[in-house]
C-alpha cells in the first residue's frame, strides 16, 4: 500500500490527517495513541508500544522463573 499524505496546520503545530483506512489497518480511533518508532527501512507509525512489550517480556520471563514463589504468595 502506497499513499501519500498532507501535513496541515492544526493551532500553533503541523499534523497529518489519516485516511479511515489507515486508521483501520492500525485498529485505533480519535485520541488513541500512535508510536513512532525509528527502524533501518526508515519511520514506522505504529499502535503497537515496543517499551511495553519489553516490558511485558521481562515479567512474563520472571514469572516464569519463579512460578512457584509467587504461587506460594498468591494464596
Known sequence: ???SL????????????????????LRVDKGD???????P???ELTSYCPEFAAQMD????????NRDVLKKLAQ
Do not use: C, F
Not at 17 to 24: D, W
Not at 33 to 39: A, D, I, R, S
Not at 58 to 65: D, G, L, N, P, Q
Open 6 to 25: 498532507k501535513l496541515t496546520t492544526i493551532g500553533n503545530s503541523v499534523g497529518v490527517v489519516l485516511p479511515k483506512e489507515i486508521l483501520t489497518k
Open 41 to 43: 527501512e526508515g519511520i
Open 1 to 3: 500500500m502506497i499513499s
Open 33 to 39: 495513541t500512535l508510536y513512532v518508532v525509528e527502524t
Open 58 to 65: 521481562a515479567a512474563e520471563k520472571i514469572m516464569r522463573e
